[in-house]
């Protein structure tokens, strides 16, 4: 029996050295292949969205360059601010024309901002919503330098609305 006992004992010790070889030598290798490879499929994935955001990249910087060229070929050329008066006639017109009662117009203190001075101009008036609706896109339309911050509409008879319409007018700074 002591001989069946050695032996069981001797492969219980080899077992646990093997199992110990195994565990510090065999194992790190195979973790680590594993890992490598993990590591390796996550920069491939990495690259290819690199590669796709690169595309979105250029796409937009292609696009960019479209719009600066179109910018570039309807620039703006500002009135001088003393031409106040003539621009408050042609805004008035322009509703007369479309069919709105303007009762009166106020402006506000010019601000000079950077390249240019703002002047808020306050049209009131009466008229139905579609007109009130037109007059402002063809302010926009025909005086690129004036564009609408704001509307009020008060419903009147016989579907005429009062309007308060808040345009901003930008001219050439006093030089």
């Known amino acids: 029996m002591r001989v069946w006992t050695a032996d069981i004992a001797g492969a219980v010790v080899l077992t646990f050295a093997g199992l110990a070889g195994y565990a510090t030598v065999v194992r790190p ?75 009166e117009m106020r402006t506000g203190a010019a601000q000079t901002r950077p390249g240019h001075v703002s002047t808020r101009i306050d049209v009131l008036g009466r008229g139905t919503y579609p007109d009130v609706a037109r007059f402002i896109h063809e302010v926009g339309r025909q005086h690129r330098d004036t564009h609408a911050l704001g509307l009020r509409l008060t419903a009147g008879a016989e579907n005429t609305s009062m309007f308060a319409v808040t345009l901003e007018w930008l001219a050439q700074p006093a030089r």
Do not use: C, W, Y
């Open 29 to 103: 290798h195979v973790v680590a292949g594993e890992s490598f490879a993990h590591r390796q499929e996550l920069a491939q994935e990495a690259e290819s969205e690199l590669r796709v955001l690169q595309g979105e990249r250029e796409t937009l910087r292609m696009e960019l360059q479209q719009a600066m060229g179109e910018l570039g070929t309807r620039s703006l050329q500002l009135r001088p601010a003393a031409d106040l008066n003539r621009h408050l006639a042609a805004i008035n017109d322009l509703g007369t024309s479309i069919g709105l009662k303007i009762d």
